[in-house]
């Protein structure tokens, strides 16, 4: 499947990025003292990298094999599962989002609130061994390690766009496999509606997680509904750029759900819970006005404080804002719209 979107040089000139997003959302932080928002901010500062190489295409980057791509610490078996790789059909022209930027612009509020802290912070995180937790409405429940999860599953590449609810956005190549896939394996019964998914709760490895200021609770927590979890494009990233995912991408296993806002692609995750009932997620428990459950990418729907009509596709500066128009659904609305059919997605946000 090729997913054709407008390639960042077609960007109109008119369409640059305001500085005013930023402040609005800094005097908000202010006022409200709620500081674990201010990382969800938009940072224009954090993201300047007009010195970064010109991102390679697709092609260039097969053709090297991602050569000068570095493999962090991981264990054997995992490197060796994830360079078994194909490439699959879930693919964009767009140019890829230099792995530099990919690796050092992060969200993960476990290790900090700054674009840069998950990339210092989280080097250390212990990822092996891992288990993952699956409990609910199923059949099969237990603890599995992550070499049983992995056993027997082919994994490929899947080159998906990212939009992150802030307003920023990145081509990424994920290495992993269809959510669907492992589901299935764990036999869901007819009550199964929803699939929650925990982040690692580990304050001694995770500094974020000790911080009294903090305003999002933990572990953090995401859900989808169990047709979106069940839909071909979710997919489990066990690796990025050909290679294991690095600490600050969420290693070692994370979900990906390109549709949605960034926030839904939890990271780390030690537990999945099949119920009945739609799970409380963690953004929308800290500020149910500004996040909802769906999180649907949606130009319509604006965030409260900002519009969701642009995005910044990084890398990008103060010179070239590389502003880009938004898409319904990410782009990706053929394959998912239909999940959302006769719902009023102002509302459902
Ligand atoms: N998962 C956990 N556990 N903690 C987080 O803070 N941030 C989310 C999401 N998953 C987050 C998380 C947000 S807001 C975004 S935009 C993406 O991760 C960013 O993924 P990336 O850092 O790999 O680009």
């Known amino acids: 499947m090729l997913i054709k ?3 960042p040089s077609d960007v109109r000139s008119s369409e640059i990025t305001s500085e005013s997003v930023y402040k609005d959302r800094r005097s908000f932080l202010k006022k409200s003292g709620q500081f674990a928002f201010a990382g969800m901010g938009v940072t224009l500062v954090g993201c300047s990298d007009a010195s970064e190489a010109k991102p390679k295409t697709k092609d260039s980057v097969i053709e090297t094999g991602y050569d000068n791509i570095p493999q962090l610490r991981a264990p054997q078996w995992l490197k060796e599962k994830v360079a078994t790789y194909k490439q699959s059909g879930y693919t964009t022209s767009e140019q890829l989002t230099p792995y530099t930027n990919v690796t050092n612009y992060n969200n993960f509020y476990e290790f900090g609130y700054g674009k840069d802290d998950p990339a210092k912070k989280a080097v250390n995180l212990k990822t092996d061994p891992w288990s993952i937790t699956v409990e609910g409405e199923i059949e099969k429940p237990g603890t599995y ?3 049983d999860i992995l056993k027997g ?9 990212l939009r992150c609810v802030e ?3 990145m081509v990424i190549p994920w290495v992993g496999f269809s959510l669907a896939d492992m589901l299935k394996r764990f036999q869901p019964t007819s009550k199964a509606k929803y699939v929650e998914f925990h982040t690692l709760f580990d304050p001694q490895q995770m500094p974020g997680q000790r911080s009294s200021f903090s305003a999002i609770q933990y572990p953090y927590v995401e859900g989808l509904r169990i047709d979106e979890a069940m ?4 997919f489990m990233a066990i690796g990025l750029y050909g290679k294991t995912l690095p600490p ?5 296993l994370r979900l990906v759900v390109p549709w949605k806002y960034g926030f839904k692609s939890i990271k780390s995750i030690v537990k999945i819970r099949f119920t009945e009932t739609m799970p409380q997620s963690t953004w929308v428990k800290s500020g149910p006005n500004e996040y909802g459950f769906y999180a649907n990418v949606n130009p319509e729907v604006d965030h409260p404080r900002w519009s969701q009509k642009s995005e910044r596709r990084l890398p ?3 010179w070239e804002p590389n502003k880009i128009e938004t898409k319904k659904f990410n782009g990706y609305e053929e394959e998912v719209a239909h999940l959302y059919k006769g719902m009023d997605l102002s509302k459902h946000f």
């Open 231 to 234: 839909n071909p494009l979710t």
């Open 248 to 252: 600050q991408n969420g290693a070692p």
């Open 145 to 147: 390690t992550l070499e």
């Open 153 to 161: 599953q082919d994994v490929e590449e899947r080159i998906y766009r």
């Open 316 to 318: 990008n500066s103060i």
């Open 5 to 7: 979107t407008r390639k």
């Open 167 to 169: 307003a920023w956005s």
